[in-house]
């Protein structure tokens, strides 16, 4: 690695954490104006926790209709193509 290298990834360390702190800054403005937003932060990060379970029968129903779905698509990329 070159010197000039080096410095910019040590810029864009500083940026970085610079950017971490105003995020911090920004989010706890947003839970202070919203404090039931706390609650929910898991289910708004990303989590499945709120998703529902297919059953079974209905995860098989599922896949046979994006089978066809996928089946449709591609005979009409081979018809277009």
């Known amino acids: 690695m070159t010197p000039r290298h080096d410095r910019t990834i040590e810029w864009a360390r500083i940026g970085a954490g610079m950017r971490l702190r105003e995020l911090d800054v920004e989010r706890a403005a947003i839970l ?30 599922l896949s046979a209709g994006m089978r066809k779905y996928w089946a449709r698509r591609k005979a009409e990329a081979a018809r277009k193509g």
Do not use: D, H, Q
């Not at 919203?34 to 129903?61: C, H």
């Open 32 to 61: 202070k104006r919203f404090p039931e937003l706390r609650r929910a932060g898991v289910a708004l990060a990303g989590s499945n926790a709120g998703m529902r379970k297919l059953s079974p029968a209905a995860r098989r129903k």
